[in-house]
């Protein structure tokens, strides 16, 4: 990682971590750091409320989001913990394939990852899912 990047990373990270914090537009979102401790601001933990009038209305996802040296440039990478039935998430281990859901600009967020995520739950919202309460 160059030192521009990773100057670049901080200052992104710590402007998402402070939005996280006071003005996420969406009340059924939630993210923040995992540790607050955690000075490389890796480790991210999101939560998605299921959308209204979906088969994933009123239930909590749990989501790890992992993010690396080459961030902003690349994506993080984001996990479901709990289980959810979706086309974009691996089924043995939760992890989710933005490729297919966002196009990965610098400029994109987590925050952003986490919207596009439950638009897709809407779009997606007959899908039979898996027991509440069950994880990968």
């Known amino acids: 990682m160059d030192s521009s990047n990773n100057v670049v990373r901080k200052f992104k990270l710590l402007e998402e971590l402070e939005k996280s914090e006071k003005e996420i537009a969406d009340p059924l979102l939630s993210y923040g750091l995992e540790n607050s401790e955690d000075i490389s601001m890796s480790n991210w933990k999101g939560i998605i409320i299921g959308p209204s009038n ?3 209305d009123g ?5 790890k989001i992992e993010v690396g040296e080459n961030y902003p440039l690349q994506p993080p990478i ?3 913990i709990s289980r959810v039935n979706l ?14 859901i966002i196009q990965w600009e610098k400029n994109s967020t987590i925050e952003s990852i986490l919207v596009t ?7 997606n919202k007959k899908l039979v899912q898996p027991s ?5």
């Open 54 to 56: 979906t088969n994933y």
């Open 87 to 100: 086309p974009f998430v691996d089924q043995k281990n939760g992890l989710v394939d933005l490729k297919k």
């Open 59 to 63: 239930r909590i996802y749990s989501l």
């Open 78 to 80: 984001v996990k479901f």
């Open 117 to 123: 995520i439950k638009k897709n739950m809407s779009k």
């Open 132 to 136: 509440e309460g069950t994880f990968f």
